[in-house]
Every structure is written in structure tokens, then in C-alpha cells.
């Protein structure tokens, strides 16, 4: 099972600043990565998939990078709305496996 | 704008089998895409459990494979989940979810989700 690692934990930031969030595979998964963004008492959103390609809807200033085993999601310019945990999910191989989660805090 | 909507109880005793249904609307399940199930324990992470294509074919968590039973109802346009000899350790919040491939890839990523549904395992 491949095990992906987000950092860091948690992240504390201001509106107006760039938020970076790092997920890590175990091993290998190409380029298949997608990035999902989760507020209380909600479903997860998609925002990317296949590492850079944004969902449909989802603001520019979120954009990924990395391949391999290394994964980066940028937000620019955070909004209040963006405050939220953030998981990254492989989809190279089964099970298909989520990071534990960065929580985006003010 | 593709919705899903999960049903089923939420209370079930330990050893007994969690049975939970997913209605969608605005699109067809026989539109090619695969349909299945995430769940997230309380203040715990996502864990894929598994899904199914319109045809019936399914892929399973391996964790879960043994007491998972997905299948798909098009005259309904919906799906099932059950999940037999549950514990405490299957309390979670359960998501159904559209499975969405790349061009290239063997797995899925997940692109509609619904709002989810509590099962709570307890005598």
C-alpha cells in the first residue's frame, strides 16, 4: 500500500499570503495525484487532478506541482474561504490512498 | 451539476451488516464512469473502500474485500454498499463518490461527492 505523507500538520497563515503544502509518496505514483480540500461538516471538493490540472470551478491562485514521490499544492493569495484541511490522494495504484490531512488555520 | 445523495441507517450492532444506498441525479450511471465509496472516521482521514461500473464490474479496498458487497441498480440509477461483521472500527462517516480516471491511469480520483452519511456501530 502506498503511504503518503502531508506536511506539515498544521499551518497557520494570513488572508493575502501563499499557503504550500507538501505531500510525499511512499513510493512512485506518476503523476497520478489529485488534492481535495475539506471544510467542517462538509464533503471533500476536488481541486486538482493528475497533479497539475485544476477542477472544474476551482479559482487559479490553487495550482500543484511534482511528480514521482514528491507533491507541492500552492495557494496564492489565501481567501478566508480557503481556511480547511487539505488531502492529497494517489491513484496509481489500489487501495487508492489519502494523506492524513493539512489543516489551513488563521 | 451531477448530485449524489447516500440513505441507510444510521445505527447498527456490532457483527451485523451496514447497508447503505447512493441515489444520483443529473447523470446516468451507465454513463461510463465508475460510482463507489470513501468513508472517514470521526476526526480521523479518508479511506477508499471500493466501487462498481454499470455493467456490476467492482474494485475493492483489499482491507475490505472479504465482508464488501457493492452493486448497482440502473433501473434506479443508484448504488449499494454493504458491509458485513461490522465493529466499532467501521464507525465513519460514509461518502458515495463519482470515480474519475485519467487518460492514463489505472485508478480513480473523485470528482462528485455526496454530503455523507453517519454510521455509527453500537449495540
Known amino acids: 500500500e502506498i503511504v503518503l505523507t502531508q506536511s506539515p500538520g498544521t499551518l497557520s497563515l494570513s488572508p493575502g499570503e501563499r499557503a504550500t503544502l507538501s505531500c510525499r509518496a511512499s513510493?512512485?505514483?506518476?503523476?497520478?495525484l489529485a488534492w481535495y480540500q475539506q471544510k467542517p461538516g462538509q464533503a471533500p471538493r476536488l481541486l486538482i487532478y493528475?497533479?497539475?490540472s485544476r477542477a472544474s470551478g476551482i479559482p487559479d491562485r490553487f495550482s500543484g506541482s511534482g511528480s514521482g514521490t514528491d507533491f507541492t499544492l500552492t495557494i496564492n493569495r489565501l481567501e478566508p474561504e480557503d481556511f480547511a484541511v487539505y488531502y492529497c490522494?494517489?491513484?496509481?495504484?489500489?487501495?487508492?490512498?489519502f494523506g492524513q490531512g493539512t489543516k489551513l488555520e488563521i | 451539476q451531477v448530485q449524489l445523495q447516500e440513505s441507510g441507517p444510521g445505527l447498527v450492532k456490532p457483527s451485523e451488516t451496514l447497508s447503505l444506498t447512493c441515489a444520483v441525479s443529473?447523470?446516468?450511471?451507465?454513463?461510463?464512469?465508475?460510482w463507489g465509496w470513501i468513508r472517514q472516521p470521526p476526526g480521523k482521514g479518508l479511506q477508499w473502500i471500493g466501487n462498481?461500473?454499470?455493467?456490476?464490474?467492482?474494485y475493492y479496498s483489499p482491507s475490505l474485500k472479504n465482508r464488501l458487497t457493492i452493486s448497482v441498480d440502473t433501473s434506479m440509477n443508484q448504488f449499494s454498499l454493504k458491509l458485513s461483521s461490522v465493529t466499532a472500527a467501521d464507525t465513519a462517516v460514509y461518502y458515495c463518490?463519482?470515480?474519475?480516471?485519467?487518460?492514463?491511469?489505472?485508478?480513480?480520483?473523485?470528482?462528485?461527492w455526496g454530503q455523507g452519511t453517519l454510521v455509527t456501530v453500537s449495540s
Open positions: 463518490a463519482r470515480h474519475r480516471r485519467d487518460n492514463y491511469s489505472s485508478g480513480w480520483y473523485f470528482d462528485y
Open positions: 443529473a447523470s446516468s450511471i451507465s454513463s461510463g464512469y465508475y
Open positions: 462498481i461500473d454499470h455493467s456490476g464490474f467492482t
Open positions: 513510493q512512485s505514483v506518476s503523476s497520478y
Open positions: 493528475g497533479t497539475y
Open positions: 490522494q494517489q491513484y496509481a495504484d489500489s487501495p487508492y490512498t
